[in-house]
């Protein structure tokens, strides 16, 4: 005898991964770097986007462009571990396990010099 329990939506729903976010404490780590450019006048918008096991910090230099930067929270697979990945417009910039790395190879990417 086979016993059904449940729907198909209450499956699917189990097997879909969770939503990713920033903790409190990464985003604070994220928008010090980010405030500091942004009293330079280098970046002026950003933009925080959830879906289904990711999180997404885009940066812009104005609100009518693409991101210049986009810092990817994502979850590993089968593990309760996130990875940082660090993206241009073209490129990944960086990756590492720990949101530090991917903050100083922001932070240390070329600035805007004004005359």
């Not at 016993?3 to 189990?14: R, V, W």
């Amino acid at each position: 005898m086979l016993i059904i329990s449940g729907t198909s939506q209450q499956q699917n729903a189990s097997k879909k991964q969770k939503t990713g976010y920033f903790s409190r404490v990464e985003l604070s780590q994220i928008l010090n770097v980010y405030s500091l450019r942004v009293a330079a006048g280098e970046w002026r918008d950003y933009a925080l986007d959830h879906v289904d096991g990711m999180a997404f910090f885009s940066i812009y230099r104005s609100s009518h462009e693409m991101p210049l930067y986009t810092i990817e929270k994502k979850r590993l697979k089968g593990k309760d571990r996130w990875l940082f990945i660090l993206r241009d417009r073209r490129k990944n910039l960086r990756q590492a396990a720990r949101l530090k790395d991917v903050l100083d190879y922001l932070d240390n990417l070329p600035r805007l010099v004004n005359n």
